[in-house]
């Protein structure tokens, strides 16, 4: 992980200020203003530009550090002190949360069921190649959801760190019930680090020395240095027990105890490479652990990806800030309430498109699924689908998408195309669009 740019370090608490700044905030007048603050849970950067007519910054700083403090929850791991604040806006994104992405319900009443596979196929693969493409990858999301679809061999290192986060969240979603252990984090690293490292006995290993930093990748400054190599396994143990843990007093809320641990995970920097990649594949197996089945069919590192250097300042918010963790916590509460209602659109565009098949459907019995073939034949001609791309797509076995391709080549609507002495592709029949019309009419 690079973080971009360098922040400006918060000022310390003065004697000389705690009398003004404890008026500050006793008084009913600037209450709105707090509140404006808590929501956002800004760092000094922004409250010092906040501070009203006669206060100096320095006051408005401290009386919001004081006010944080009166609920701060204090976590520990090893000799590390961390803490963090539940603000009334984070209860509200909770909330929200609690009613949406979980209950026993599951996602039939969002996603209907004959629909989980498509959707669900679609969303792990835009978590895979986002999340990919926050470590580097290059690749563009096209070539990267057609190499998944076609279960290509992966060609470089970027297709190939595509392809073991694609892996990796379908082995977690397989795995969610279980326990964290080290053992299990250093297999999901794995899978993560798969053919991706200078060295693969550094795949599913701790890093063994401290040799490692976050660097500014503009000024070259080193802006967070990770724990000791000797002490990262008393570290991830008490991670794993933190994570396990159901009876932890005071009570943390499941998602913000996902965050926390995607963030210590980060802090740590446990492994040579891969460490941005396996936190934020633990958040997603945390909330699932816990019931949040929507998290499934969020693609939450998109959104991140989308707003990267808010997510690199949200760390160093908390380094610089005294460990307070809310920075972090905020961010990715807003993330999450980004992705629910990308979800929500691309729901009703999946919604209108469907809509659209239908005009596909009113002949010769031709199912939903074979509507959707021939959109896709109909927007993209020179399109060569094979039998196995057709069972990904949709997902299906291999021998009822043959059936489907094969009910489209008795139409006369497709034709088979030899790709090799084993495949067949299929292609748009000549005559496809008279072809079509004429049915449509029928």
């Known amino acids: 992980m690079l973080f971009r740019s360098m922040i400006e370090s918060p000022p310390k608490f003065s004697e000389a200020n705690e009398q003004e700044s404890i008026k500050l905030l006793v008084n009913p007048m600037y209450g709105d203003l707090f509140a404006k603050i808590d929501d956002g849970y800004y760092y000094w950067d922004k ?3 906040m501070v009203p007519s006669g ?4 006051v408005l700083w401290q009386a919001v550090k004081f006010k944080r403090r009166l609920n701060v929850i204090n976590l520990k791991f090893g000799k590390l002190q961390f803490h963090f604040t539940i603000t009334s806006k984070m209860q509200q994104l909770l909330h929200e949360f609690d009613m949406n992405f979980g209950g026993s319900l599951g996602a039939g009443g969002i996603i209907p069921e004959k629909d989980h596979k498509v959707y669900l196929l679609s969303s792990i693969m835009e978590e895979a190649i986002a999340s990919s493409q926050m470590e580097g990858a290059s690749t563009t999301r096209k ?12 060609i470089n290192k970027s297709q190939q760190m595509i392809v073991n986060n694609y892996a990796t969240i379908q082995y977690l979603v397989a795995h969610k019930d279980e326990r ?6 250093l297999n999901i690293h794995r899978l993560i680090a798969k053919e991706t490292l200078n ?3 550094d795949e599913g290993a701790l890093r063994k020395d401290d040799k490692i930093c976050v660097m500014n990748d503009i000024t070259g400054e080193i802006v967070h240095t990770p724990p000791f190599a000797a002490d990262l396994k008393g570290l ?8 396990n843990d159901d009876k932890n007093e005071p009570f943390i809320h499941p998602i913000i105890k996902g965050i926390i641990i995607h963030f210590m995970l980060a802090y740590f920097h446990p492994f040579v490479d891969g460490n941005g990649r396996t936190s934020r594949s633990l958040i997603y197996w945390y909330l699932l652990k816990k019931g949040y089945w929507l998290t499934e069919f969020l693609s939450i590192s998109r959104v991140i990806y989308k707003s990267k250097n808010q997510y690199e300042k949200s760390f160093l918010y908390v380094e610089q800030d005294e460990l307070d963790l809310s920075y972090f916590i905020v961010y990715h509460l807003q993330a ?17 498109e469907r809509e659209e ?5 009113g002949f010769s019995n031709i199912n939903e699924r074979q509507g959707q073939i021939l959109k896709i034949f109909s927007e993209k001609p020179k399109t060569i689908l094979t039998a196995k791309e057709v069972s990904i797509r949709f997902p299906i076995t291999i021998r009822t998408a043959r059936t489907d391709l094969q009910h489209l080549v008795e139409l006369k609507l497709l034709a088979k195309a030899p790709i090799n002495k084993r495949m067949v592709g299929y292609i748009r029949a000549e005559g496809f669009e008279d072809i079509l019309k004429e049915l449509t009419n029928l």
């Open 199 to 201: 060295d693969s006995s």
């Open 336 to 352: 999450m309430k980004k992705a629910y209602e990308a979800l929500q659109v691309y729901l009703r565009k999946k919604m209108k």
């Open 236 to 243: 991830l143990t008490d991670l794993c027990d933190f994570a």
């Open 143 to 154: 070539v990267a959801k057609e190499m998944l679809r076609k279960q290509a061999k992966p």
């Open 180 to 185: 964290f252990s080290l053992e299990a984090l």
């Open 47 to 49: 409250v010092k530009y």
């Open 55 to 58: 206060i100096l910054p320095e």
């Open 357 to 361: 098949y239908y005009q596909f459907r």
